[in-house]
C-alpha cells in the first residue's frame, strides 16, 4: 500500500462548487504540506503543517484552507472553486533528520481537479 | 528570498547521450540541495541530495555536486535511457529547514 494517498485522484467540478481533496499518510511523519503544480511554474506551496496545532500558510494560501484532522489526515479545500485553481495538486510530508535538518518529502500520486 | 533556476526544457537526447540539467540558487546560509524526478502520472520522488558545500549526491547513475562558489547543483548523468524520461526538479530547503523551494522544472525526453 501507498505511503502517501490522495482522494479523489481526478476531479471536475463548476466554478463556485466546495471542494475538498483528502491526503493520508501512513509514514508516522509529524510535517505535512499541499503544493499545486502547473505547467512552467513548477511546483508552489500551499499550505503546511508541523503537527496537529501548527497550520502555515505557503506562497499562494489566498482561495485554499487546510484541516489537519490528525497526524495522518490534512485536508485541502477550495470553499468557492474558479477555474485559474485548475492544476495538479500533491500533499507531502517529512520529518526532520536526525541533526535536526531538513529531510526529504515523500509525496502522493497527486488530483488533478478541473474546474469549469 | 531565496530561489531556484532551472534551464527551460524539454531536453531531448538520444538513448546513451550524456545528460547535463543546470540548476543554480539563491539562498540566505547553506542550503541542504535536492533533486526531485517525476514520472509520468506519479508524485514527485527524491532522487539525489547533498547537504553541504562540495558533497557529491548520487543515484541511479545521477550525479550532482554541491557548489557553492557558483551557487549550483547541476544534475548529470553519463548514458541516459528512455526510462529516464520525466520531469526533473531542483529544490532546496529555505532557512530554518521548515520547507522547500522547488524551480520550474525540467522535462527530459530519451528517444531510442
Known amino acids: 500500500d501507498a505511503d502517501v494517498t490522495q482522494t479523489p485522484r481526478n476531479r471536475i467540478t463548476k466554478t463556485g462548487k466546495r471542494i475538498m481533496l483528502e491526503c493520508s499518510q501512513t509514514k508516522g511523519h509529524d510535517r505535512m504540506y499541499w503544493y499545486r503544480q502547473d505547467p512552467g511554474l513548477g511546483l508552489r506551496l500551499i499550505y503546511y503543517?508541523?503537527?496537529?496545532?501548527?497550520?502555515n500558510k505557503g506562497e499562494i494560501s489566498d482561495g485554499y484552507s487546510v484541516s489537519r484532522q490528525a497526524q495522518a489526515k490534512f485536508s485541502l479545500s477550495l470553499e468557492s472553486a474558479i477555474p485559474n485553481q485548475t492544476a495538479l495538486y500533491f500533499c507531502?510530508?517529512?520529518?526532520?533528520?536526525?541533526?535536526?535538518?531538513?529531510?526529504?518529502?515523500?509525496f502522493g500520486p497527486g488530483t488533478r481537479l478541473t474546474v469549469l | 528570498g531565496d530561489s531556484v533556476t532551472q534551464m527551460e526544457g524539454p531536453v531531448t537526447l538520444s538513448e546513451e547521450a550524456f545528460l547535463t540539467i543546470n540548476c543554480t540558487y539563491t539562498?540566505?546560509?547553506?542550503?541542504?540541495l535536492f533533486w526531485y524526478v517525476q514520472y509520468p502520472g506519479e508524485g514527485l520522488q527524491l532522487l539525489l541530495k547533498a547537504t553541504k558545500a562540495d558533497d557529491k549526491g548520487s543515484n541511479k547513475g545521477f550525479e550532482a555536486t554541491y557548489r557553492k562558489e557558483t551557487t549550483s547543483f547541476h544534475l548529470e548523468k553519463g548514458s541516459v535511457q528512455v526510462s529516464d524520461s520525466a520531469v526533473y526538479f531542483c529544490?532546496?530547503?529555505?532557512?530554518?529547514?521548515?520547507?522547500?523551494?522547488f524551480g520550474t522544472g525540467t522535462r527530459l525526453q530519451v528517444f531510442p
Open positions: 529544490a532546496l530547503s529555505g532557512l530554518g529547514a521548515d520547507k522547500l523551494i
Open positions: 539562498a540566505t546560509g547553506y542550503p541542504s
Open positions: 507531502a510530508t517529512s520529518d526532520l533528520g536526525l541533526a535536526g535538518d531538513y529531510n526529504e518529502q515523500f
Open positions: 503543517s508541523f503537527d496537529v496545532k501548527d497550520i
